[in-house]
């Protein structure tokens, strides 16, 4: 009887081809996967460390700021005197929690978010809520301001005024969202027919604060630029002009 013998015995033997033992041993608790987390790790902290600084800063609140700034949005009349921030001993602006007039980004993204949730119950109350409304006022809002942050930035450009920060920018753009939220609430509470009592009022207060608060920016002109008072106080007009439309327009739902 012949003998027989295995066609695949050679890849038995410790020189055959490779398995996947070896690599069923790499795991991320080796020193290589290890170097590699801390490695993605102090990039995306450096990267990430500035801005969570700012934001820390823009989100430095307390609740008696928080009272006493929509005091001064809803009736920034009563406030008189100077609008400007105050420092801190080394020349920096103080964060929201110790000066009033200082931009936060706390009140803005709450606003927005009622604003978003007073969104889908009103649509529910009418029967006529899905989904896509929470999709909408939220892209709809994204985009208005978006539009308006562009609009502010190019006319502070024009004019060679000193250029407020990105996030001093938004949150001033995002306190239209107060407005929204009173006009919203009063439009459900009370009905329509005081939708616009209450918007027009509200339009006005966020017009007089934008005009107070931005005009610590158009007082700072280059001194090689020739710009009138009248046109200074034009751009402020105009800025808080645009504010009826965009609250007018988002109370639509």
Known sequence: MAHLTNPFGHLESSSGLPTFDRLAKISLESSTADYGI??????????????WKQL????????????????LLLVPFLFGGDWNQELDTEGLARSPRHNLHAPDLYIPLMSFITFV????????SKGEFSPEVLGLACST????????LLFVYAGFYFMQSSLPAFF???GYCGYKFVACVLNLGAK????????YPVFVYTGCMLGIFL??????????????????????????????????????FLGFY
């Open 141 to 148: 809002s994204i985009i208005f301001m978006f539009l308006e």
């Open 56 to 71: 820390h800063y823009y989100f430095d609140v307390t609740n008696s700021y928080v009272v006493k700034k929509l005091q």
């Open 211 to 248: 005009t107070k608060t931005l005009k610590r920016y158009t007082d700072s002109f280059s001194e090689y630029v020739d710009v009138s008072t009248v046109t200074k106080h034009s751009f402020l007009y105009v800025v808080a002009l645009i504010q009826f439309p965009i609250i007018f």
């Open 117 to 124: 949730l007073l969104t889908g119950i009103h649509s529910g």
């Open 38 to 51: 801390k490695a993605s790790s102090a990039i995306a902290s450096s990267w990430l460390s500035p801005i």
């Open 168 to 170: 001093d920018t938004l």
């Open 188 to 195: 459900m509470t009370f009905g329509g027919e005081f939708y």
